[in-house]
């Protein structure tokens, strides 16, 4: 192998990037693109949802318990509606998530000690919403109605008594359970998959498709020194492109970084080699950029943004895709990127998710090299 001719095939690749606009875009305003788009445009907290509220008892006992949601940073009561009718359309226009109705004899039957019913309207077009609201406003009826149960215990000289077992809970990695947290490291894995694969799955094909590939062919240039001079360009572009999605997701999103830069530059490197070798054997079999880069999409990025436990949970997956997932190389990125980042888990601990990417590693790109051949078709 001589070093003088991988580093002329590494230049012409640089110089093609340089002079294809589309290219330089996809590897210079991609990543920052998807850093502010997942960051700012996709988020899993739920506040400030829209309430509406249907008081028919008017007293100061209802506007006690409409001011625990407002309080509540979950919730938002949007407006306050005198019938049923405008409480209906306003779940059914989706101005409303949720509607409150309290009874008009609440405030008697609060005197009287005895269970009085509160009615919440849900919209659960989004299930998981609902589901989520739903927990939140029964959190919140559940608080306030213990403090009037000791209020009206208190104030006839009886007590309750403690219960035997309490729970206390404490949030461990992510304290104050923002969604940023949980899913910005995660577009590392999306965006060395756009850089990877979809990049280099246009090399081999764009060669055959412009009638280069015959020159090459004709060079004294080997086989492996047009892969590697061809990969090498993006390698050191995916790896710059991680430093800024790092840079952004600690300084910008204040994502806590916990674990060891070095780790993270050894996991990262090894998940690029996967995705370069991958996508340049995507374009040595396709041999049409077009199809190429269809072809790598598929395999590369949705897994990665679907099955990879990205944004959805794996456990909670059915257990066919759960098997499946064990063969993405993305799953064992992610897992590696978040138990950097919120956990900072050690590198003695992370080898069940970095042994697999250096044996995709290794059989990618034993698998890429021996599918390229310099020689017609």
Known sequence: MSFTRLLAMARKEVVHILRDSRSLGIVV???????????????????????????????????????????????????????????????????????????????????????????ALVDATDDNTANVLSGYAQAVVQGYSSEIQLNWLG????????????????????????????????????????????????????????????QLISTPVSAMEIMLGKLTPYFVLGMFDVAVCVWIAVKWFHVPFRGSYVTLAVSSALFMVVVLSLGFLISVLARNQFAASQIALLITFLPAFLLSGFLFSIEQMPQVLQWITRILPARYYVSVLKKIFLKGTPTAMLYADLIPLAVFAVLLTLIATRSFHKRLE
């Open 29 to 119: 305003i991609m990543p920052v693109t998807l850093m502010l788009l997942f960051g700012y445009g996709v988020s899993l907290d739920l506040k400030g949802m829209p309430v509406y509220v249907y008081d028919r008892d008017g007293s100061q006992r209802s506007q006690d318990l409409l001011k625990r949601f407002q309080s509540n940073e979950y919730f938002h009561v949007a407006r306050v509606v005198d019938n049923y009718p405008a409480l209906t359309r306003a779940l059914d226009d989706g101005q409303a998530k949720m509607g409150i109705v309290i009874p008009w004899d609440y405030s008697e039957r609060l005197e009287e000690g005895g269970p009085v019913p509160v009615q």
């Open 155 to 214: 104030k006839r000289g009886q007590t309750i008594q403690p219960a035997p077992v309490s729970v206390q809970t404490r949030t461990w990695y992510n304290e104050n359970l923002e969604s940023s947290a949980f899913i910005v490291p995660g577009v590392l894995a999306l965006v060395m998959s756009v850089i990877g694969a979809f990049l280099t799955s246009l090399t081999i094909a764009r060669e055959w498709e412009r009638g280069s590939m015959e």
